[in-house]
């Protein structure tokens, strides 16, 4: 265009003074083209899946009541520090107490009996001896010998149905003994008491189900459940290194690796009476992926909302280049296109091999250099100046 306009500029000159008329315009263009740059720099690349995930204990334990009655102490409350072992509540034991001392003195008749019977089976063991001694010298009758063979057989059956008894009432005093234990509940395990369910002197029912009557923690350490959408869950694998921050954390950064990535999504229930062929909304599908993080400054709390970044790939003091100013190769892996500004004003073509990238930045590995200007855009041509 530079070329054109000045020759059509004296052309023009020369038709005007032949004809008489004053050349009185001016006119100057310029060529070259203005673009939008950026200078190829170092940074860090930080590529992440983003998810949100509830805290919870790792270790938790809902401590219940194995048998029924009212509660008639209870030794903690909510927040307070156990060890394991540690008596947590008591249960009315009085009607249990009664059990077990009847199995007792029942266990004591039965052991009497038994030796007793012991007695019984020692002389029908010598009056047996005596009649064979008696039979072989031709001194007693045959029925003696046969009543004595008799009284030993029912002796030795007795002294069996007594200690066949006695194994039954010993295992029936061991399990009242433990239902008298469980009026006594004690901690499972060390921790923190985050929840009770009862109250001192409420009645308990633990005929169909076990009810709950606190809730054990220990706090120490944390698993997060996240929940991972299903377009990045095949980004997030076992060991991946994260971080998450939670609300009203001051920007704190909590750090931590991928334990697991659950096989399924989580079941949702199904209301009652619900047709199976009734049409259904589609959602997103979301799986969980577990996590575990110290909690030794106890910061982190129970149900408390996390929003976690899992770090796919990651590169420091790296060429950086925004990726809105790359194209794609096509067929290529990891091959873009890009245009870098001379210093004689030209836009040249370039490729380019990139590593790490994030949603605004990739990582240079070939084909650019530190400070090469990279046109992010280009601005249209416009004349620098009209005048007559």
């Given at each position: 265009?530079?070329?054109?306009?000045?020759?059509?500029l004296?052309?023009?000159?020369?038709?005007?003074?032949?004809l008489?008329?004053?050349?009185?315009?001016?006119l100057?263009?310029?060529?070259?083209?203005?673009?939008?740059?950026?200078?190829?720099g170092?940074?860090?690349?930080?590529?992440?899946?983003?998810?949100?995930?509830?805290?919870?204990?790792?270790?938790?334990?809902?401590?219940?009541?194995?048998?029924?009655?009212?509660?008639?102490?209870?030794?903690?409350?909510?927040?307070?520090?156990?060890?394991?072992?540690?008596?947590?509540?008591e249960?009315?034991?009085?009607?249990?107490?009664?059990?077990?001392?009847?199995?007792?003195?029942?266990?004591?008749?039965?052991?009497?009996?038994?030796?007793e019977?012991?007695?019984?089976?020692?002389?029908?063991?010598?009056?047996?001896?005596?009649?064979?001694?008696?039979?072989?010298?031709?001194a007693?009758?045959?029925?003696?010998?046969?009543?004595?063979?008799?009284?030993?057989?029912?002796?030795?059956?007795?002294?069996?149905?007594?200690?066949?008894?006695?194994?039954?009432?010993?295992?029936?005093?061991?399990?009242?003994?433990?239902?008298?234990?469980?009026?006594?509940i004690?901690?499972?395990?060390?921790?923190?008491?985050?929840?009770?369910?009862?109250?001192?002197?409420?009645?308990?029912?633990?005929?169909?189900?076990?009810?709950?009557?606190?809730r054990?923690a220990?706090?120490?350490?944390?698993?997060?459940?996240?929940?991972?959408?299903?377009?990045?869950?095949?980004?997030?694998?076992?060991?991946?290194?994260?971080?998450?921050?939670?609300?009203?954390?001051?920007?704190?950064?909590?750090?931590?690796?991928?334990?697991?990535?659950?096989?399924?999504?989580?079941?949702?229930?199904t209301?009652?009476?619900?047709?199976?062929?009734?049409?259904?909304?589609?959602?997103?599908?979301?799986?969980t992926?577990?996590?575990?993080?110290?909690?030794?400054?106890?910061?982190?709390?129970?149900?408390?909302?996390?929003?976690?970044?899992?770090?796919?790939?990651?590169?420091?003091?790296?060429?950086?280049?925004?990726?809105?100013?790359?194209?794609?190769?096509e067929g290529?892996?990891?091959?873009?296109?890009?245009?870098?500004?001379?210093?004689?004003?030209?836009?040249?073509?370039?490729e380019?091999?990139?590593?790490?990238?994030?949603?605004?930045?990739?990582?240079?590995?070939?084909?650019?250099?530190?400070?090469?200007?990279?046109?992010?855009g280009?601005?249209?041509?416009?004349?620098?100046?009209?005048?007559?």
């Amino acid at each position: 265009m530079s070329s054109r306009f000045p020759s059509i500029l004296r052309r023009g000159l020369a038709a005007a003074l032949i004809l008489g008329v004053p050349a009185t315009a001016w006119l100057w263009w310029e060529d070259s083209a203005a673009y939008e740059t950026v200078a190829i720099g170092r940074g860090d690349i930080e590529a992440s899946v983003t998810a949100i995930a509830t805290l919870q204990p790792r270790e938790s334990v809902d401590v219940g009541a194995q048998v029924s009655g009212q509660i008639t102490r209870l030794h903690v409350q909510a927040g307070d520090q156990v060890e394991r072992g540690q008596l947590l509540a008591e249960i009315d034991a009085s009607l249990h107490q009664a059990t077990v001392e009847a199995d007792r003195a029942a266990l004591d008749g039965l052991r009497a009996q038994l030796a007793e019977q012991q007695a019984q089976l020692d002389l029908a063991r010598q009056q047996h001896q005596r009649q064979q001694r008696l039979a072989t010298a031709e001194a007693t009758r045959e029925e003696d010998v046969q009543i004595a063979v008799a009284t030993l057989r029912s002796a030795e059956a007795r002294l069996r149905q007594l200690r066949a008894q006695i194994a039954e009432a010993s295992a029936r005093l061991r399990g009242n003994e433990a239902q008298l234990s469980y009026t006594r509940i004690y901690a499972p395990i060390a921790g923190t008491v985050i929840g009770i369910d009862v109250k001192q002197g409420q009645t308990l029912n633990a005929t169909y189900q076990t009810p709950t009557v606190l809730r054990l923690a220990d706090l120490g350490s944390m698993t997060a459940w996240t929940k991972v959408s299903e377009a990045d869950i095949r980004r997030v694998r076992v060991d991946m290194p994260l971080y998450f921050t939670t609300l009203g954390g001051d920007g704190r950064r909590w750090h931590g690796k991928v334990r697991q990535v659950l096989p399924a999504p989580p079941v949702a229930p199904t209301a009652s009476g619900e047709s199976s062929a009734a049409p259904q909304t589609v959602k997103a599908v979301q799986y969980t992926v577990l996590f575990d993080v110290a909690n030794d400054d106890g910061e982190l709390m129970p149900q408390m909302t996390a929003q976690v970044n899992f770090i796919t790939a990651a590169a420091q003091d790296v060429l950086t280049a925004p990726l809105a100013a790359l194209q794609p190769v096509e067929g290529q892996a990891g091959m873009f296109r890009a245009r870098v500004l001379e210093a004689s004003g030209r836009a040249i073509p370039r490729e380019v091999r990139v590593g790490a990238r994030s949603r605004q930045l990739v990582e240079v590995l070939d084909g650019l250099g530190e400070g090469d200007l990279l046109v992010t855009g280009e601005l249209p041509q416009k004349p620098s100046r009209f005048q007559w």
